[in-house]
């Protein structure tokens, strides 16, 4: 699952070595239609800012990141048929210098 820091980060300028979430429960299903990922990442961040970006992000996980996470968070949906865009790197560029 530390594929992002060898396939990802190289491609968009990013270093190699960052920290990494260790998923449990990898496509469960939440009985309350949260995507699998979403509490483990809140956990993870535990109130510091963190950017998502993922092709399977909900109105729900932001409205659940809203609730739960005391930090500023960016949940940024990308289409997987495209990747990231231009205007998806300004979007968190954006963010990152906002805070």
């Given amino acids: 699952m530390h ?3 060898e396939m990802i980060a190289p491609v968009v300028g990013l270093p190699g070595d960052l920290p ?15 995507y699998w990922k ?20 909900t109105d729900l996980d932001v409205r659940h990141v809203e609730a739960h996470h005391d930090g500023p968070a ?3 949906k ?3 048929r495209r990747g ?12 990152a210098h906002s805070l």
């Fill in 3 to 5: 594929q992002a820091n």
């Fill in 20 to 34: 990494v979430i260790e998923f449990t429960d990898l496509f469960a299903e939440a009985p309350d239609g949260l």
């Fill in 38 to 57: 979403t509490r483990q990442i809140v956990a993870w961040a535990a109130g510091r800012p963190f950017a998502w970006v993922d092709d399977l992000v």
């Fill in 74 to 76: 960016l949940l940024l």
């Fill in 78 to 80: 990308v289409d997987p």
């Fill in 84 to 95: 990231l865009r231009e205007s998806d790197f300004a979007t968190l560029e954006q963010w």
